[in-house]
């Protein structure tokens, strides 16, 4: 009966170490590496991690939940960069022209947002999970969606 407990409690041991190894590991491997760092032109390397998460409805309201929550400061209500809450230097960018600084694709929009790249823009990583992320990111392109057509 000892052998069995001592058993058990070594099993319950094992299986609690191991969820938390794979979170350490896991949760930020996407876009924390220097190779995948927002840059100015665009990162091809940022440019091919290809979102998780589709843009249904669900996910597109979540990330104008967010939106208003923490970007709208300063990106604006409407995301034209008019919010005017940038208070280290920096020019909100406007997310509705279609012109991206570091790039257009779903990758990089995530990097900037994960990593950040300026005083002003911080990178959110430790605030929002990837997932909340890319629900930003599926928002985002509904903003500059409108204003191209
Ligand atoms: C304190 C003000 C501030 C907040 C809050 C903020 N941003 Fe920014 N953002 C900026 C500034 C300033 C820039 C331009 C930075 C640069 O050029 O390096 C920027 C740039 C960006 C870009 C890059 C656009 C391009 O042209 O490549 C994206 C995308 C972006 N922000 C999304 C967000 C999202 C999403 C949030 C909320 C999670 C957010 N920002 C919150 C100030 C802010």
């Known amino acids: 009966m000892l052998r069995l407990l001592s058993g058990v409690i070594a099993l319950a041991l094992l299986a609690s170490a191991v969820p938390s190894a794979a979170q350490s590991g896991g949760s930020d491997a996407q876009s924390s590496s220097p190779a995948t760092a927002p840059r100015r032109g665009g990162n091809p390397a940022a440019a091919r991690i290809s979102s998780p998460v589709a843009a249904t409805p669900e996910s ?16 604006g209500a409407e995301g034209k960069g008019d919010g005017g809450g940038a208070g280290g230097g920096g020019v909100p ?17 995530f990097a900037v947002i994960h990593d950040g790249t300026s005083a002003d823009m911080q990178g959110y990583s430790d605030q929002l999970s990837d997932t909340d992320i890319w629900n930003l990111v599926n928002y985002i392109r509904t903003l500059s969606a409108h204003s191209a057509h």
């Open 93 to 109: 960018a406007d997310l509705t022209a279609g012109k991206w600084t570091y790039g257009g694709s779903d990758g990089e929009i």
């Open 60 to 75: 597109v309201a979540s990330g104008r939940r967010t939106y208003r929550r923490l970007c709208a400061l300063c990106h």
